[in-house]
């Protein structure tokens, strides 16, 4: 696997230099590989939304990408570093569930970072971005493998499972997350058109189901029904609706403003889509 | 023309993957090209704002450098995606009046982003800075050239031009814009130095105009007059002033505190400029 | 001394294209050099906060590193414009008192940007981070050497220093700055575990003093009593303590929340730091 980028995810906010201090140490290892921010604004400490946006981001990053993934409350404890290889990627943080949903119909090889060769020496008990995460990323791009880092673990921390449950003509999930423009997304896809025709595979397992005719679709949310719609400028002003978004999840949304704040809905809320 | 590097602009904001998925696309294609942020808090589908800090940025941006334009809120519709080629420069986006400022006093030639060669396959409907934008932004860094992207344009979808009147002794325009200092962006200029004078030459149709001793200007903001001065730190505590900014237009601008706060103006608000 | 990046800090914010311009210009003068963000975020002008994450981030980043530091509220004034070279590191940006911190306990040289050969043509007296700071940074990293930008300097401006107190078993200090996460940092410091001993050394002057077994140790601010511990995670729920940061300075910190919000405490409030 060629290394092709180090993409980095942290809750580490843009005031301080914390990120930039990463970079730094990287850059003094293997200064030619190429960084790309995905976000350091994951609210302090919240693996599961860390957890969503890496899903998010990693379907459509290269292969040989190297994730660097640092929401990490229990940094000092005693919980693992690891280094998780999957479908041409690798990913590097702590095992505290942040590769939950990523890791979904995929399989991996994983190791626990535990080789002091590939870390600061005086390791902090506050910091292992700089002194564990960072030198790791580095050193993976320079071509470091799994078994040189440590040994092999076989089982890995997982978040909850959201819900999502199929029944005939009728498919039951929850609000798992939203995005800067309030559009909301649901625990229901993956959803990929054919025609007029939605071909559903679960994000999470894997089971597929074939629905004739989007147009004829509904969606329910806080007891509101909302029509389904195919682009963000087809839903009326100060109204949501529901539409297929760029990671095949359903989402909800509204047109140049916020879902979230019109319907006030708010994480793990359910939403049912159904059809005849 | 040597690309030197891309330059991004969007309202995707920082909390979400999108910009990173659209970087790490580019480095898939194009590896060795340098990513450029040049602001991705463009307000939610404000192509007005959009417009201007691209003006303020392809100005001071090398030659070579494409811009990779995503403020898009007719995603999925029939709006036109376009390549357009402008003194040297590449700018890569919706075809919504995005690039109405920047064309300005310029000759330009424009294509559509139609070829599928160069686009995701299954494009969706939602995001199409990662499935058409991104990816022609890649392979205009790898020489790819208009004609290939699609057919030609001739002509643009343009804004509302901003207001500004050439009197003699008196420039009348408006606000357009600010910096999140507070700084406010007038349409009149540009202005130059010439020792104590300043040559006029409007960046909206080049015409010219010479003032003698800048020291005289008046400027009149909602029935305020405010001094003219040449430096942020001129400019009396708590009070505002009117300076020739960065980029050659009239700044209303305080000293370590916001203009706008300070004197409640709004974007399209009159501005006059006058002397003897 | 081989140059490995150009590492930037200024109050410019993420709104504005202002960073962008700067990034763009090193581009077309050096285009190889890696670039880093450490923050675009210090406060408007804030002097002191730009000197202390620029000590926080230089510490921990690479021989060869260029910082191009532009916080600069005299930007247009008679303030020098400077290029310092200490540690095997370049700063570059105004004498405003910005490298006061990262200039404790160490030797440097400096010289003034005077040179004109390596500034923009025609100046502005409101943007210098594009028309003189970037193009330095920029040179530098192509190898421009102090003594082609200017001539030497002595003296450079510095901010009062912050109160760093020795007693026998007492050390005084203040909280001098603070980070997202709502940790504060206070100037007591720097100190390394030899075990569960600490060997503090001034990070201001160098002094040393040895304090056997940590876990006796006790924080006083504004009248409260905090405990001592070595990680985020052993804090109680909504309570603080003090713990050793991964700058070496003692933070006052929450587990997961802000110690700033929970204690009210500002910059300049005075700790205590005890042992028997």
Redesign the interface.
């Known amino acids: 696997m060629k290394p ?2 180090i ?1 980095m ?1 942290t809750d ?10 990463m ?3 990287i ?2 290892i293997t ?1 030619e590989i ?8 994951i609210p ?2 919240d693996i599961q939304r860390g957890a969503f ?1 890496l899903w ?2 990693s379907r ?4 040989g ?1 190297i994730f660097l993934c640092v929401v990490d ?5 005693g919980r693992k570093a690891v280094y998780l290889k999957s479908r041409d990627q690798i990913f590097i943080g702590p095992d505290n569930g942040l590769f939950s949903y990523m890791l979904y119909n995929s399989d991996f090889s994983c190791w626990e970072l535990s080789n002091p060769d590939f870390q600061r020496s ?1 390791s ?4 292992h971005g ?2 564990i995460f960072a030198p790791a990323a580095a050193f993976a791009a320079g071509s470091v493998t799994g078994d040189q880092f440590g040994s092999h673990l076989n089982n890995l921390n997982k978040l909850p499972q959201p819900a999502l449950i199929i029944n005939e003509n009728l498919l039951k999930g929850e609000i798992i997350s939203r ?3 309030g559009n909301l997304f649901t625990s229901l896809g993956a959803f ?2 054919k025609n007029n025709n939605l071909q559903f595979r679960s994000w999470i397992d894997g089971s597929e189901l074939f629905i004739n005719d989007a147009s004829q679709l509904r969606i329910e949310v806080n007891e509101q029904q909302l029509p389904f719609v ?5 839903i009326d002003p100060d109204s949501c609706a529901g ?4 990671t095949g999840l359903l989402e909800i949304a509204a047109n ?1 403003s916020s879902a979230k704040a019109l319907l006030g809905l708010e994480k793990d809320d359910p939403v049912i889509l159904s059809w005849d």
């Open positions: 092709t980028c993409a995810i580490f906010g843009l005031d301080d230099p914390y990120v930039s201090i970079k730094g140490i850059t003094s200064p190429p960084l790309i921010d995905i976000t350091h604004q302090l400490g946006v998010q981001a459509d990053f290269p292969k990408t409350p229990g940094v000092g404890t005086n902090s008990k506050t910091f700089r002194d995005d800067h423009f990929e058109y195919q682009t963000f400028s087809s539409l297929i978004g760029s140049q």
